[in-house]
């Protein structure tokens, strides 16, 4: 098997796995957990997942927060329907964002939006433009927490801007305002679940990844290595790593809570440590890479050939994986941000 040919990273999936929406009770999904080295699978409930955890452990988690980064507004003038999505700025007034309906527009052209914000025009470079808001950056990022939407997948159409999502489509963990896109792992857990983990005498860390667009770019290359990741800010307190360092002194397992905890402590390892720093990774893991800190995986079921599957194919072993995902179709797992999660061990 040439595990570089994009088309290992493929499967099928009936559109109706496709979750829309989260279950009343975040912790109630299915949780299938995969022992990598045996291929063993179990299926269980998510509110059960600190029993696969042992004591001493150290569970990773993201605490990014999902800015409401899609704003609707009318072209000056003519109040042609305009929609952004904030995508990032340059300095403290102007900023990339993808435009919807970017063809109603040119340069120079002014967008009004609620809260007094206006946007002029500045340069439409294909489907990103850049913006000048009439507004300091806080100013701006304040309005969009107002009267911003949450920057769903496209694969999600059921109430895609319904205010349920300001909640649903965070973590309860989340605190540092940056993502467009929701650490999904970290969706599964409550408060609860949270302190029972605690209580079994496994440590948490917090590291922050804010996660951006690209997440969700489809890989094109027929060749995996020629994809070109995107870069992500990332901040390991030293607070955290004490505690990981911490952990790997101990010979316990470090199991990361999705895909963006896990880049986090790859990015920061040095001598089977992890340093702390912050800045941006583009760190993009595939299949031969030798991972250094990360034993144990909590992530959702990703979309075909994308980055998010191929770094499970790199942990889990590519035939682990497919076999995996196999059984979750046939069990009817609920599939990608919204859905069910897996555990690998």
Request: hydrophobic letters at 35%.
């Amino acid at each position: 098997m040439n595990v570089y040919d994009i088309e290992n990273y493929n499967y099928d999936i009936d559109k109706s796995l496709i979750a829309q929406k989260p279950l009343d009770k975040r912790d109630e999904s299915k949780l299938l957990i995969l022992n990598k080295k045996t291929g063993q699978i179990i299926h269980d409930k998510f509110f059960n997942i600190y029993k696969y955890l042992d004591e001493g452990d150290c569970l990773v988690i993201n605490n990014t927060k999902v800015l409401p980064a899609r704003l609707f507004g009318t072209k000056k003038l003519t109040n042609a329907k305009i929609e952004i999505l904030l995508h990032e700025f340059e300095d403290d007034f102007k900023a990339k964002v993808m435009m919807k309906n970017s063809r109603r527009i040119k340069e120079n052209d002014y967008v009004l939006f609620p809260g007094k914000l206006e946007a002029q025009i500045l340069q439409k470079i294909d489907k990103v433009v850049l913006v000048k808001f009439n507004m300091h950056r806080e100013k701006v990022l304040d309005i969009f927490k107002k009267y911003g939407v949450m920057p769903l997948p496209l694969y999600i159409k059921e109430d895609k801007y319904s205010p349920i999502h300001k909640k649903t489509y965070q973590t309860v963990y989340s605190k540092v305002e940056g993502a467009k896109a929701a650490p999904t792992a970290g969706l599964h857990f409550t408060p609860g679940l949270l302190k029972k983990i605690k209580k079994q005498g496994i440590n948490i860390a917090e590291v922050t990844l804010h996660t951006g667009l690209g997440t969700f770019e489809p890989l094109l290359s027929k060749d995996i290595r020629k994809h070109k990741m995107h870069k992500e800010y990332f901040e390991l307190s030293k607070e955290a790593a004490d505690i990981i360092n911490s952990t790997i002194e101990n010979k316990k397992s470090i199991a990361a809570v999705g895909t963006t905890s896990l880049r986090v402590l790859e990015s920061c390892a040095k001598n089977n440590k992890v340093i702390p720093q912050k800045g941006e990774t583009s760190l993009y893991i595939y299949p031969s890479y030798e991972f250094k800190i990360v034993n144990k995986l909590i992530t959702n079921f990703h979309l075909p050939k994308t980055t998010l599957f191929v770094l499970v194919c790199a942990f889990a072993g590519i035939e682990n994986t497919k076999k995996a995902y196999n059984e979750a179709i046939k069990n009817k797992y609920r599939f990608y941000s919204y859905g069910d999660a897996m555990l690998i061990l």
